[in-house]
């Protein structure tokens, strides 16, 4: 490789990572819009392993506004980012995907709005699928597999297979 090459692909791997904790972000903030604008126009997303739905964006993001008014404060850690690049067969554009874990604290709505303790925890591992666009890295898929949870209500549960 040229020192060019490796230039690129470290300064793609930023933008990538980037791309990941931007999402993380758009969810914890409650952000949609911000959410919405880090999809491809074809991106689309999975949360069926954690009770959730799949679909595009647009449909997906106003599920989450909804869901997450559950929980007024949530701080979501993505870890462990493996990220692999590759081109696209009959495309100009390069994809990367990134299998990440991670961990989703959360606090469940109290009464008047607040939040309250215990906390509701839940952590599993995140598929990204990532574009290159003209506007940059943008999310073609992801996919969100929760593999455990810890509810105040019955202790720590499986997730749902």
């Not at 979501?76 to 009959?90: A, E, K, P, S, W």
């Not at 995907?97 to 906390?119: C, K, W």
């Not at 574009?131 to 949870?149: A, N, P």
């Amino acid at each position: 490789m040229t020192q060019r090459v490796e230039l690129a692909t470290v300064m793609d791997r930023f933008a990538v990572d980037g791309l990941v904790t931007e999402y993380a972000v758009a969810v914890d903030d409650g952000d949609w819009e911000a959410y919405r604008r880090l999809f491809a126009p074809d991106g689309r997303a999975d949360y069926r392993s954690a009770g959730g739905i799949e679909g595009d964006a647009d449909q997906v993001a106003g599920w989450l506004a909804q869901s997450m008014r559950l929980f007024p404060m949530r701080q979501h850690l993505i870890v462990n980012r493996r990220v692999r690049f590759g081109v696209l067969d009959q495309d100009t554009g390069d994809t990367a995907r990134v299998q990440a874990d991670y961990i989703n604290p959360m606090r469940l709505a109290g009464p008047d709005g607040g939040s309250t303790a215990p906390d509701f925890v839940c952590g599993g591992r995140y598929a990204f699928a990532l574009v290159r666009t003209d506007l940059g890295w943008r999310l073609r898929e992801v996919v969100v597999q929760e593999k455990w949870r810890r509810t105040p209500r019955t202790g720590q549960e499986p997730a749902a297979t």
